[in-house]
């Protein structure tokens, strides 16, 4: 399984970017999906989640601008950043749980992709 992350770059305060995350490979169906984020000298930490349910999880730091998203049918994971701040600068990574078609998930990370927000 390959994820394949895209729309990171860079944005002046207030802006807005949109992360997308494509899975290709031997995949039964998709569990969670979701990105998680590393800023310099951090950890990595979750930024959203939504579950097969649909079932959305947002970190603190984020709730209210930024919006997470899936396209079952076309096995992709998107992220809508809106009202950017320089804290929300980092790597981002897609993260999916997916079955080969037995009960076992196994978790897949995408390369990541570079947000940074400064004037």
């Not at 984020?62 to 079952?72: A, E, L, Q």
Request: net charge positive.
């Amino acid at each position: 399984v390959q994820l394949q992350a895209s729309g990171g770059g860079w944005v002046q305060p207030g802006g807005s970017l949109r992360l997308s995350c494509a899975a290709s490979g031997s995949i039964f169906s998709i569990n969670n999906m979701g990105w998680y984020r590393q800023a310099p000298g951090k950890k990595r930490e979750l930024v959203a989640i939504i579950t097969s349910g649909g079932t959305i999880n947002y970190a603190d730091s984020v709730k209210g601008r930024f919006t997470i998203s899936r396209d079952n049918a076309k096995d992709r994971v998107y992220l809508q950043m809106n009202s950017l701040k320089p804290e929300d600068t980092a790597v981002y990574y897609c993260n999916i749980a997916v079955s080969h078609g037995t009960r076992k998930l196994y978790d897949y990370w995408g390369q990541g992709t570079q947000v940074t927000v400064s004037s």
